[in-house]
């Protein structure tokens, strides 16, 4: 059969594309794998410190933190979470020598149960993998870029598969396994594909909302637009007390021997996080939330919780002065799309519908891996030595239709129009201009 | 059919020129509070044995219940209710003789329908002994001072 020139420039883009893209492709795939059961890893690491001995009353919040204090008297308390059952320790986040460590407390005895220095949280660093290559900011990009790259492939790679002709059922929707090798790594490869698209597009569509470039984006755009999360949850600061900061009470004198200055004879005292803990239980929050204490003098207290079920979300900020309720925000009062993401997330993360969420992922994980190793295999069986083993390029003028997509494409997801620039600055630059390059890319 | 192209391409560059940054009245396009807010009026020195005047404005005038209690630092469950009375619209007013010099914590609650508040001012009577002084520098809370960030989302 006579190949078209839109389908030789097609798989083109599907095959360099595939190979830059397929090492971050397993990464992402294995690490995804593995965070899916996250619940499930850490409830096995951590069980010696999270189950306790039911007794028959807990004490209180501020009993559990002062506990903490006289352990680490120079720690700064930046998070509280109650435990959420009567079995279940309760958590004090710290900050010591410019470290997170989470103490974990019975809520019964005030015993401290354990300590964890958060940089050695085992699947963290599974999740900075998967979202960014552990390189931070750069290695954040990288991530986008892949996974707008894959988009690309998913939409190419179903151009190519897309039956021509007399329709077979093996082949395209089943797998030809009585054939010769290579029929099969093809059809474990497109067969695969063409039953996960969906389900790829769904996991880099949900994911890129992390991205720090155009997750903040859409995000912005959405809280703006007011269509999305509402602000301080995703984008945006958390309201300011109400208090003026010239009348809340003010402590640290310099010296001891100095009388008490007379502007701070009278000044509203932080609220107890007894307090804060009794409104969040008599708000029905989620019961597995945490209390965020408030960063400055203006700030707030958090209550926030991001269960399983997205419903099930609260962000909560309340007035660390007079205990008003300043916002309160719960799935109900996301916006349509903010909905929408919410859900997404929570299935992205594999939470949303418990074991069945989690194998699904794990089944979408498996394929992923299934057709980047077919991918790189059909290419290494098939490469000639000379060149890599692309189709020949036709001139990419000529098709008018695909290049107004890839301009689309392009401005809607910018990293991958600044890629795209790249690679035809190398190419016309470079691997045109150089004889040797120009037989390896198979360009004429 | 090319002007469309031009426009849609021109809407999206426009998005994505846009700064990150949130809107301050995006906020009201989302379910908002109305706190109770309130200030209190009391003399810039407090003494012994003076009726000291304790004013309370609130800012809203749909007030169901308001209260004043008082505690001595130290003294947990020995708190007295002052009597308030409503002088105007959202103006209060309590007043108290205190006995003896120290450390006091005045909670007023303010309870609306919607929105409920109880904040603490603390109040220092008179002079203050030496050890009164170090309990006021040992409070010196641990709480504060870390970024308020929202990795745990992810």
Request: proline share 5%; glycine share 6%.
């Amino acid at each position: 059969m006579k190949k078209k020139p839109l389908y030789k420039t097609i798989w083109r883009w599907h095959f360099y594309a595939g190979i830059l893209i397929a090492p971050f492709l397993l990464i992402l795939a294995v690490s995804g794998g593995i965070y899916l059961f996250k619940p499930n890893i850490e409830q096995f690491l951590y069980q010696d410190y999270y189950e306790v001995e039911v007794q028959t009353e807990k004490s209180s919040a501020e009993e559990h933190i002062n506990a903490v204090l006289n352990e680490y008297p120079d720690a700064t308390v930046t998070r509280y979470r109650p435990g959420e059952a009567d079995d279940r320790s309760a958590e004090v986040r710290i900050n010591l020598d410019q470290e997170s460590y989470t103490i974990f407390v019975n809520p019964y005895t005030n015993e401290l149960i354990g300590q964890l220095n958060d940089k050695n949280r085992l699947i963290d660093r599974v999740e900075e993998f998967h979202g960014e290559l552990m390189l931070g900011t750069f290695g954040d990009r990288i991530v986008e870029l892949a996974a707008c790259w894959t988009l690309i492939l998913v939409t190419t790679g179903l151009f190519i598969w897309f039956p021509k002709g007399k329709r077979k059922l093996f082949g395209t929707l089943l797998p030809r396994f009585n054939k010769n090798k290579r029929i099969l790594f093809r059809d474990m490869h497109a067969v695969t594909g063409f039953w996960l698209s969906f389900a790829i597009i769904f996991l880099v569509v949900t994911g890129l909302l992390w991205s720090g470039f155009w997750g903040t984006k859409v995000q912005t755009l959405t809280t703006n637009l007011g269509i999305g999360y509402p602000p301080s949850i995703w984008v945006g600061d958390a309201p300011e007390s109400n208090v003026q900061t010239k009348d809340v009470a003010d402590v640290p004198w310099s010296a001891q021997t100095m009388p008490v200055p007379e502007s701070d004879q009278q000044g509203f005292i932080p609220f107890s996080i007894n307090e804060i803990v009794r409104i969040a239980d008599e708000e029905n929050i989620y019961p597995t939330y945490e209390v965020i204490y408030p960063s400055s003098p203006e700030g707030v207290y958090t209550v926030s919780v991001f269960p399983p079920k997205a419903q099930d979300e609260a962000t909560m900020h309340i007035d660390q002065y007079t205990g008003a309720i300043l916002a309160d925000y719960r799935y109900d009062h996301y916006q349509p799309l903010g909905k929408l993401m919410a859900w997404g997330i929570t299935v992205h993360k594999g939470l949303e519908y418990g074991l069945a969420n989690q194998i699904g992922g794990l089944i979408v994980c498996i394929g992923i891996i299934t057709i980047v190793i077919s991918g790189i295999v059909m290419w290494w069986k098939r490469k000639p030595d000379k060149h890599l083993g692309a189709p020949i390029a036709p001139s990419i003028w000529s098709s008018k239709r695909l290049i107004v997509l890839l301009v689309l494409f392009g401005l809607l997801f910018p990293l991958v129009g600044v890629s795209i620039i790249i690679v035809f600055l190398l190419d016309w630059l470079i691997i045109r201009r150089i004889p040797t390059l120009k037989r390896i890319f198979q360009i004429r | 059919m090319k002007n469309i192209l031009l426009m849609i391409i021109l809407l999206i560059l426009l998005v994505a020129c846009s700064p990150n940054q949130v809107n301050e009245e995006a906020i009201n396009q989302y379910k908002t509070e109305r706190p109770v807010e309130i200030s209190l009026d009391l003399p810039n020195e407090l003494k012994t044995n003076e009726d000291t005047m304790i004013e309370i404005h609130v800012s809203r005038s749909d007030v169901k219940e308001i209260t004043a209690s008082l505690r001595k630092h130290g003294e947990t469950n020995n708190s007295i209710n002052l009597d308030v009375t409503k002088k105007k619209n959202t103006y209060y007013l309590a007043q108290h003789v205190f006995q003896e010099a120290g450390i006091y914590y005045l909670q007023i609650t303010v309870d609306t329908r919607d929105s409920n508040i109880m904040p603490t001012k603390r109040l220092i009577v008179g002079n203050l002994n030496e050890e009164e002084q170090k309990i006021l520098e040992q409070e010196n809370d641990h709480t504060n001072h870390d970024e308020h960030d929202h990795s745990d989302h992810h």
